[in-house]
């Protein structure tokens, strides 16, 4: 793992009115590293990923994707990020082959269709290039999707929930292509997911939000036993249940 | 502005005709039904008009023009629906498409979807009823460029209207228009409408497009065509800067309050 910082997220805020959704959090992510943003449902994890990705505007603080601000850079920093989400699923009246292409144009893909080759070969899609993606299985359609998260080889990939609703067999397969793909490049990888085996298996390191705030973060081997607790699972249901207990 | 990305947004909507040709029928359908409804009764009328007057002349010429000026406002504002229908909208909006590459995009889209309905337009109308459009000349592409940037804001001001209150929004698109047609004196002079109306006729880009091309068409009104096009043109483009600022008001508005990234097709 190296030690340049490709994410960088100081005293990021969001105020809906009268809802914190998320406040005042600060965090970086390494070039290699893959990090679990974990936490209850409306921690505010999605919300913090929208910010990253530049489609919800900060109330107040800094994004920097190596290096550079995302708020005055949006376009030239979009290039190097990309995402895959269980809500957003690429269009199903468009083939598999056409969705990497349209997505392989708007990310600026030098050499586009030796691409998208290599990654329908890559995530065995190759006998579906012509198949409408609406029709795919949802271990297909994430397999595309992740696919198309990576299409731009970028240096930090988001992905939120990214093996929601999928066997664990194909689970397994995805979770094994992000991390032979971090291996490749160095990217570094913000990941979230309620599946607590999943996270301790991937992640180098996790950060657990509630109530839009960070309360902790830590290697996921080792950080249930330093608060007691069994396992990443235990730990997850005590910062759900009793936020404050872990308030710092 | 990155004309890659521009090209994405149009081959995405080129893509949906390429895969179900059904779309294509559904285009050319009602261009075979607008022109031989249109022109039986056009032709029906010529036998109550004097002989100097041909009803087909006018009346074809005007729903092939304003025809042109719909398709193009509902080309934009379908081609934006099609991404929410998909659920496409936070992928593009996170690649890095910029919104007025988004726009061009949805533009040019309907720009080849109306020329395409325009000609196939013109080639029925002269195969069934011998009308030629383009007999009065070359003057008549300056008269459509401006209904090409009228219909164009008004396809952006739909845009922003579903951007800013979800796709429920989209009925009202359906309309402009045939609301719009009342005012623009397509099928009538402006001057058949009462006085409080020619005042609203005024400010339609298209009124002044519609009024000069039935005076060349040998009906008795005055013309000065330059005006008419100066007048016009300038009032569309005032149309289309004020619609692409509101579009991009609305856009932001929904980036500050999260719409943006929560727009799906159940908002």
């Known amino acids: ?248 | 502005m990155s004309l890659t990305r521009i090209y994405a947004v149009f081959i995405r909507q080129i893509f949906l005709f390429k895969g179900n040709p059904v779309r294509l029928v559904a285009v050319f359908l009602w261009i075979f039904i607008d022109i031989i409804l249109w022109g039986f009764i056009s032709k029906y009328l010529s036998t109550f008009g004097a002989a100097t007057f041909s009803f087909v002349n006018a009346v074809l010429g005007a729903i092939i023009l304003w025809d042109f000026l719909g398709r193009i406002q509902q080309g934009v504002m379908t081609a934006f629906l099609e991404d929410i229908w998909s659920q496409n909208f936070i992928n593009f909006f996170t690649s890095p498409l910029k919104i007025k590459e988004y726009v061009v995009g949805l533009v040019a889209t309907s720009l080849a979807t109306g020329l395409v309905g325009f000609l196939a337009m013109a080639v029925l109308a002269g195969l069934a009823f011998g009308y030629n459009v383009f007999k009065i000349g070359l003057i008549i592409l300056p008269f459509m460029l401006i209904l090409f940037i009228f219909a164009v804001a008004m396809g952006i001001f739909m845009t922003a209207i579903i951007l800013r209150f979800g796709p429920s929004a989209e009925w009202l698109g359906w309309p402009i228009p045939f609301a719009m047609s009342v005012f623009a004196g397509v099928f009538y002079p402006i001057s058949t409408l009462p006085g409080a109306l020619q005042i609203l006729s005024k400010i339609i880009p298209a009124s002044y497009v519609f009024e000069s091309l039935r005076g060349l068409g040998g009906t008795t009104l005055n013309l000065n065509l330059l005006t008419n096009f100066f007048v016009g043109f300038i009032l569309a483009v005032f149309y289309l800067v004020i619609m692409y600022i509101f579009l991009i008001m609305i856009y932001r508005r929904n980036l500050k309050n999260g719409q943006l990234s929560r727009f799906s097709a159940e908002s």
């Open chain 1, 1 to 248: 793992m190296s030690e340049k910082i490709v994410l960088k997220v100081s005293n990021l805020a969001k105020q809906y009115q009268e809802l914190r959704a998320v406040d005042n959090i600060s965090f970086s992510i390494k070039a290699g590293e893959i990090v679990g943003l974990l936490g209850p449902n409306g921690a505010g994890k999605t919300t913090t990923i929208n910010m990253i990705l530049g489609i919800l505007e900060p109330s107040a603080g800094l994004i920097e994707i190596s290096g550079k601000d995302l708020k005055n850079n949006r376009c030239q920093v979009s290039r190097q990020i990309n995402f895959s989400a269980v809500y957003a699923q690429l269009p199903g009246n468009l083939t598999v082959r056409q969705n990497l292409y349209i997505f392989g144009l708007l990310y600026g893909v030098r050499n586009l269709k030796a691409r998208i080759d290599f990654l329908l070969k890559d995530f065995a899609l190759e006998k579906f290039s012509k198949t409408r993606t609406g029709l795919l299985s949802s271990g297909e359609a994430s397999r595309l999707n992740l696919a198309k998260a990576v299409i731009n080889k970028p240096y930090l990939l988001l992905l939120d929930e990214p093996t929601a609703s999928l066997d664990p067999s194909i689970a397994q397969i995805i979770r094994q292509k992000i991390k032979t793909y971090v291996n490749q490049t160095g990217s570094a990888v913000l990941w979230t997911s309620h599946n607590m085996a999943e996270i301790t298996d991937v992640c180098d390191r996790v950060i657990f939000m509630s109530h839009g705030r960070i309360l902790l973060s830590g290697d996921p081997k080792t950080l249930p036993a330093e608060h007691d607790k069994k396992d990443l699972e235990e730990l997850f249901i005590a910062v759900a249940r009793e936020p404050l207990s872990f308030d710092k």
